[in-house]
Each structure stands twice: as structure tokens, then as C-alpha cells.
């Protein structure tokens, strides 16, 4: 395993459905092609998880979120591009959220590296789409079937 990159990070993610759909950024750039990501990303110093969870869909979505249950926490080892090779500890919390009645997929004003736009997308595409990380679609296609677990240890990118 490459060297691991101190410390762990917490990072905040929002699930958002709306009629069978889940909100995801859209991203491009990468060596092998388009990825989708849920909205979310890393938590600062001195802030809660809602804040963190709040100021990152604002700034990639474009909008405030309401924040419900905590769904799912898993942690992952993701393989960052640098030289030399290195990996980054995150626990991830994902948060069942929701947006306005009216909101309309934009980009917010600070979009992540490499976001291209945000998008619905069906809960029945999820299996075919190239989302990070990927061991996360069966937990969020079923997730309004779940059974209780909320941590999921730990998942691949």
C-alpha cells in the first residue's frame, strides 16, 4: 500500500432523491473518462458535519439542503493522483437530505475540481454509471430499504 496521507478525514456527503431520481455531480477531465459524485466533500476545522454538509452543497449545488438522518458512515482508502502515489483515510457520513420544492440542478458558485454540471439521475441507471465511489450504489439504490445497518466498514473506491 502507498503511504497514507495524515490525518483521517471526515468528509459529509447528501443523499437526495426526488421521484426515483438521485442528485449527482457530473464530473470529466479524468484519464478514464466521466465519474459521478454524490454532493458533498470534506469537513473543515471548528465546523459540525450539518455545516460542513451545508457549505459544500452550496457551493456545488448551488442551494441550502435539509439535513434528516444520518444513513450510512463507511470508511475508504481513495488512491489520490500524485507523485509519489498516495491514498487518503476518509470516513464518509452520508446524510439522507432534501432541497426546495423548486430547485433545479445548477452548479453553485465554487463547483469541485473537475465538475461539469449536476444532474438527476434514475435510481435504475445507477448500476451502469461510473460513480465514486462504485461500491456505494447497491446501499443507495436500496436505501429506502434499510434494514438499520448504518456503518458499512470499509468500502472500495
Known amino acids: 500500500m502507498e503511504p497514507i496521507i495524515p490525518p ?28 459521478f459524485a454524490l454532493p458533498g466533500g470534506g469537513q473543515d476545522i471548528g465546523e459540525t458535519l450539518e455545516q460542513a454538509l451545508n457549505r459544500e ?18 470508511d475508504y482508502f481513495k488512491p489520490r493522483e500524485t507523485v509519489p502515489q498516495s491514498t487518503r483515510h476518509l470516513v464518509e457520513f452520508l446524510f439522507e437530505c432534501s432541497v426546495p420544492g423548486d430547485y433545479a440542478p445548477r452548479n453553485g458558485h465554487h463547483p469541485d475540481k473537475h465538475q461539469v454540471e449536476v444532474v438527476w439521475a ?36
Not at 128 to 157: C, F, K, Q, R
Open 57 to 74: 452543497c452550496l457551493e456545488e449545488i448551488g442551494t441550502r439542503v435539509e439535513i434528516h438522518d444520518l444513513v450510512y458512515v463507511a
Open 8 to 35: 483521517i478525514r471526515n468528509a459529509v456527503r447528501a443523499l437526495i432523491r426526488r421521484d426515483n431520481h438521485i442528485l449527482l455531480l457530473r464530473k470529466d477531465g479524468y484519464e478514464q473518462g466521466e465519474r
Open 122 to 157: 434514475g435510481l435504475d441507471q445507477l448500476a451502469g454509471m461510473p460513480l465514486n465511489p462504485g461500491s456505494l450504489t447497491p446501499y443507495l439504490v436500496n436505501s429506502v430499504e434499510n434494514t438499520g445497518t448504518v456503518y458499512l466498514g470499509t468500502i472500495d473506491w
